[in-house]
T-cell receptor, first 118, second 114 residues
Framework: AQTVTQSQPEMSVQEAETVTLSCTYD???????LFWYKQPPSRQMILVIR????KQQNATENRFSVNFQKAAKSFSLKISDSQLGDAAMYFC???????????????WGLGTSLAVNP | KAGVTQTPRYLIKTRGQQVTLSCSPI?????VSWYQQTPGQGLQFLFE???????NKGNFPGRFSGRQFSNSRSEMNVSTLELGDSALYLC?????????????FGSGTQLSVL
């Protein structure tokens, strides 16, 4: 069964600094999607960035970028120039392939709580 | 364009009761999925609906059920509530259930079972 592990329950970063959140996953599939979601106190889950497993190039969205290491099954999120508004829970998620049929779903890590210090 | 709307935002029930949660997707979105979020278990997939049909179901007991209406609005029902059902229930919508589809989440319904 696929699993997603976030080994850092809590992280903190100084405003304007860079922080990296870790995520590892386990799967026997070769074609899948990986996501990072942000959940602020408003509870609404917001997509930060996504990566297609068959693409070697790491995804980038403004100040957010990932380091995708397929062989190591690692998918870390780097936040550059951290802002106070980045404070939130961050979840790593794996989406099973479309050929998974009735087992197609998002599998989530337990999250990393990120604090941004002024 | 309005986002995903979940009602109610908070709910308090007692054991043995049943509850119905509602989710209105973004206009034009036809796929709706539900997740249960608890501090200990994280987010767990409940089910996914597309065009009024349940396409996928997670590993939850039969007390958890759902449906989708012709206007894509979805409801989930939990019968015979247990203390362990206390959780944040999140709904997400997308245009279609494709694997690359971006999911848009609502702010959830916080259910407390006493």
């Amino acid at each position: 069964a696929q699993t997603v592990t976030q080994s850092q329950p809590e992280m903190s970063v100084q405003e304007a600094e860079t922080v990296t959140l870790s995520c590892t996953y386990d799967t026997s599939e070769s074609d899948y999607y990986l996501f990072w979601y942000k959940q602020p106190p408003s509870r609404q889950m917001i997509l930060v960035i996504r990566q297609e497993a068959y693409k070697q190039q790491n995804a980038t969205e403004n100040r957010f970028s990932v380091n995708f290491q397929k062989a190591a099954k690692s998918f870390s999120l780097k936040i550059s120039d951290s802002q106070l508004g980045d404070a939130a829970m961050y979840f790593c998620a794996y989406r099973t392939p479309s050929n998974a049929g009735n087992n197609r779903k998002l599998i989530w890590g337990l999250g990393t709580s990120l604090a941004v210090n002024p | 364009k309005a986002g995903v709307t979940q009602t109610p935002r908070y709910l308090i029930k007692t054991r043995g009761q049943q509850v119905t949660l509602s989710c209105s997707p973004i206009s034009g979105h036809r796929s709706v999925s539900w997740y249960q979020q608890t501090p200990g278990q994280g987010l767990q997939f409940l089910f996914e609906y597309f065009s009024e049909t349940q396409r996928n179901k997670g590993n939850f007991p039969g007390r958890f059920s759902g449906r989708q209406f012709s206007n894509s609005r979805s409801e989930m029902n939990v019968s015979t509530l247990e203390l362990g059902d206390s959780a944040l229930y999140l709904c997400a919508s997308s245009l279609n259930p494709g694997r690359n589809e971006k999911l848009f989440f609502g702010s959830g319904t916080q259910l407390s079972v006493l």
